[in-house]
Structure formats: structure tokens, C-alpha cells
């Protein structure tokens, strides 16, 4: 997750491109240093490795990836929902973020359609009505905000079993991660 600047000699006819220089474009001063902050982002990179396979240039998406991670490495405190703040914002970018304007209370969240309804889907991929709740709350979080949001280790994975699911869904032959294991132990109650 290391932000470079890279110099490439970009040429169509080769399927293997050349770098001319790569420089570093803002190093990280706490992150290489605390086993939280790092087992975070070793999880979004492996995240990310598998969800932007397919992305093309996408400045907004580059942008949002480096201030998040700019932003975690700044934070000194009250980080523990980063991984689930940067997995919901980041469906944004993807084209798959939820309309939350749909939400009324009781309704059932469609994990397929990422829509809020009042009528039960058919299959089985979506949350009910508790669990569609939270995550209506939840997409509301930012990173200046995320702290506010109580959780504890139990609640945070399974949202982020929620959320690796939802991606699932909407990116072909996206795998289990991981890196999951080691995230899923932090925090302790």
C-alpha cells in the first residue's frame, strides 16, 4: 500500500511495459509500525488486489484509496472501523452503492440488487430487517465520524463477512481473503 509515484514508458505493441523511474510519493509514518494499522491495510491491499482487477484509469477511485490511507496513518486513536468505513465507501466507486434514500423501516436489504425493499427476494442473499437496519446506519459512516459508531470485535466481523459477501456478489470470481483471519482477531472485546 506504499503510495509511488511511477515513470512508465508506456508502448501498445508490448505486453510487458518498462519503468523509467518510480519515486516515492509520501511515506507512511506510523502505519510500517503499528500491527493494527498494518494488518489493515495488508487487508485492504489484498482487497484491493482482487476487487480492481478489472478497473481501468480512475482518478476519483486513486484519490479516495491514498487519502484513506493517509488518513489511517495520521489517526492515533479510534481507527478499529477503518476496514469497514473504506469497504462501504468504496462500493461507490464500483458502481455498486446503495440507494439509501429507499430505506423505511422493516424493509429487507438486497444484497444482489443493493436495494432496500419492503418485498423478500426470492433467493437468499439478502439481510433482514435488523440486520438491513445497521447497515443503513453504517453507510452513513465516514472516517471522522466512524468512532462514533460502538462496535465490538463480534459486530465488526460480521459486517465485514456482510460486506466481503455483498462484494461477492457483484465482483465475478472474488475469493475469500486471507489476510481476514488476522483482522478478525483484533480488537478484542
Not at 523509467?20 to 488486489?49: N, Q
Not at 482518478?59 to 486513536?77: G, N, P, R, V
Not at 477503518?82 to 429507499?102: A, E, I, K, V
Request: hydrophobic letters at 45%.
Amino acid at each position: 500500500m506504499t503510495l509511488l509515484e511511477v515513470e512508465i514508458d508506456l508502448r501498445q505493441r508490448l505486453q510487458l511495459q518498462k519503468m523509467k523511474d518510480a519515486r516515492l510519493l509520501s511515506a507512511y509514518a506510523t502505519i510500517p509500525f503499528s500491527p493494527e494499522k498494518l494488518a489493515l491495510s495488508l487487508f485492504v491491499a489484498e482487497f484491493l488486489y482482487h476487487a480492481l482487477r478489472s478497473e481501468q484509469k480512475n482518478e476519483h477511485l486513486f484519490a479516495y484509496i491514498c487519502d484513506s490511507m493517509q488518513w489511517l496513518d495520521i489517526a492515533e486513536k479510534n481507527f478499529a472501523n477503518f476496514h469497514l468505513t473504506f469497504l462501504m465507501r468504496m462500493s461507490r466507486f464500483l458502481g455498486f452503492y446503495p440507494n439509501l434514500d429507499d430505506y423505511v423501516d422493516g424493509c429487507v436489504f438486497d444484497l444482489r440488487a443493493a436495494t432496500f425493499s419492503l418485498l423478500i427476494p426470492t433467493h437468499r442473499d439478502f439481510l433482514q430487517p435488523d440486520d438491513a437496519r445497521r447497515i443503513h446506519t453504517l453507510m452513513r459512516m465516514d472516517f471522522p465520524t466512524m468512532h462514533l459508531y460502538r462496535l465490538n470485535r463480534t459486530d465488526r466481523n460480521r459486517i465485514v463477512d456482510v460486506l466481503l459477501r455483498y462484494y461477492s456478489l457483484h465482483i465475478p470470481q472474488f475469493p475469500e481473503l486471507k489476510s481476514l483471519s488476522v483482522l478478525q482477531e483484533l480488537w478484542a472485546d
